[in-house]
């Protein structure tokens, strides 16, 4: 009857071992193929990081962006997806850092916008909906750089070096 016992504590053991290595098995997997897709999205755009410390950091950002992305296409909450693209490696601060400048420039943004004063025009036959694709007015989406950084209040929408 001991053995038994003894039988039944070693078959459960082996069994949280089993259900363990499956589970760390799963997420090595995982973790790998992440690597191979960060590996890939780095030739793609052509990045390289200066050390294996900054490789670790973005890589982090990078499969969490990835996750972000993915949950929100799953998601299928939205008429439009997202998609890995050359900024995947940044978070969202880091992006608003370089791409849109910072707080002092948006608050005169803002600023500028206030000051702005709009017509009240009377709807004539206007539609409710229109889809400026379907009339060639829209160009693909394109790279601006670090446009917004350079912003003018005097000259609103112009890029400046």
């Not at 949280?16 to 799963?26: E, I, N, Q, R």
Request: hydrophobic share 35%.
């Amino acid at each position: 009857m001991a053995y038994a016992w003894k039988y039944c504590a070693l078959f459960l053991f082996l069994l949280v071992v089993a259900g363990s290595l499956c589970d760390a098995t799963d997420y090595n997997v995982l973790n790998f193929e992440m690597a191979r897709k960060h590996e890939q999205w780095m030739a793609e755009y052509g990045r390289v990081y200066k050390n294996e410390t900054e490789r670790a950091l973005r890589f982090e950002i990078f499969k969490k962006n990835i996750k972000y992305i993915e949950d929100f296409n799953n998601a299928g909450a939205h008429s439009y997806t997202l998609g890995v693209n050359q900024f995947a490696d940044l978070t969202n601060k880091e992006f608003s850092a370089s791409y849109f400048g910072d707080e002092t420039s948006k608050t005169e943004l803002e600023e500028f916008h206030r000051s702005m004063k709009y017509e009240t025009v009377e709807p004539l036959n206007v539609p409710s909906s229109k889809n400026w694709r379907e009339e060639d007015a829209v160009t693909h989406v394109k790279n601006q750089g670090a446009c917004g950084k350079q912003f003018s209040i005097t000259s609103p929408g112009v890029c400046s070096d």
